[in-house]
């Protein structure tokens, strides 16, 4: 069975699909076959990124209501081969229940390397959904107190549910801004706010934004693709060291 990875964060917008995608185009130029759920029921954005908003028909929610075969809703994105998309319900309050939520992805599991699940923002019934079947979850957050305390609050309602297997993922990260804005001296103060242990830095790297616009992925030199790569190799259980940060 494969390992299935959520991928969540505190507040909106610091970069889950984002950190989702970057993820699977890594793992899947490593050679894996990788299924992204998307699990922003109403606000789902993976079926654009992935370039398969065209052809998409079925989402999860015709899954779950038991209308077509799972394979049926899984789409195979338009510029990786071995990237594959279970869309997110159209209407939001198509939410998955967590029961659900947790048989369908074990199911899918054996038919993949990795499973990720981006999940909605907040600790809300999508995101209970979404970690219902997790084995880990990477916790996203940008650099900067408000988006950490939020982390930090994800990080709670995950122990308090069980959940040990936690990791942070420091997002749009860059030397100068950080700097600039003064708040925290150093890297381990940010993690220590968080209180999650460390699994990768994302850089702040535009190109990652304009791939995600056009429906592709980013160069495979560029700076955040390398660090998903990184990020990538450490799931897998190598050891990788963090990119020395005067590179951000
Ligand atoms: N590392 C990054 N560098 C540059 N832009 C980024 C980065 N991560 C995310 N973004 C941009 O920030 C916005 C929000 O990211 P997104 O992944 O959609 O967040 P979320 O899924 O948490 O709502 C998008 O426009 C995305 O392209
Ligand atoms: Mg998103």
């Known amino acids: 069975m494969g390992a299935i ?11 889950k699909s984002t950190v989702t995608t970057g993820l699977g185009f890594a793992l899947a130029n490593r050679g894996r076959r990788v299924l992204l759920i998307d699990g922003d029921a109403g606000l ?18 015709d899954v779950v209501s038991g209308s077509v075969e799972p394979v049926k809703a899984v789409y195979t994105c338009s510029f990786v081969p ?5 869309p997110a319900p159209v209407r939001q309050e198509d939410v998955v ?3 659900i939520m ?15 699940i981006d999940s909605p923002a907040g600790i809300g019934s999508g995101f209970l959904s979404a970690v219902a079947a997790a084995q880990r979850v990477l916790i996203v957050s940008t650099p900067d107190p408000v988006c950490l305390r939020n982390a930090n609050k994800t990080r709670m309602t995950l122990e308090q549910a069980g959940f040990t297997q936690q990791r942070l993922v420091i997002n749009r990260f860059s030397g100068q801004n950080f700097r600039l804005q003064g708040y925290y001296p150093d890297l381990d103060s ?4 968080a209180g999650v242990r460390l699994i990768a830095v994302i850089p702040e790297d535009p190109l990652l934004a304009a791939a995600a616009a ?12 390398m660090a998903f790569g990184r990020l990538a190799a450490r799931l897998e259980g190598e050891q990788v060291p ?6 951000f």
């Not at 990875?5 to 970069?15: A, D, E, L, R």
């Not at 940010?190 to 706010?193: A, K, L, N, T």
């Not at 429906?215 to 955040?224: D, E, K, L, T, V």
């Open 214 to 225: 056009k429906s592709a992925s980013a160069p495979q030199n560029s700076a955040g693709a």
């Open 97 to 99: 229940s967590p029961d």
């Open 242 to 247: 963090l990119a020395p940060l005067h590179k």
């Open 5 to 15: 990875t959520v991928i969540t964060s505190g507040k909106g917008g610091v970069g």
């Open 82 to 86: 071995n990237l594959f998309l279970l």
């Open 190 to 193: 940010v993690i220590d706010s």
């Open 102 to 116: 947790k048989q369908l992805v074990q199911v899918l599991a054996r038919y993949y390397d990795h499973v990720l």
């Open 44 to 61: 789902g954005c993976l079926d654009h990124m992935l370039g398969i908003t065209e052809q998409q028909v079925f989402d999860i929610a």
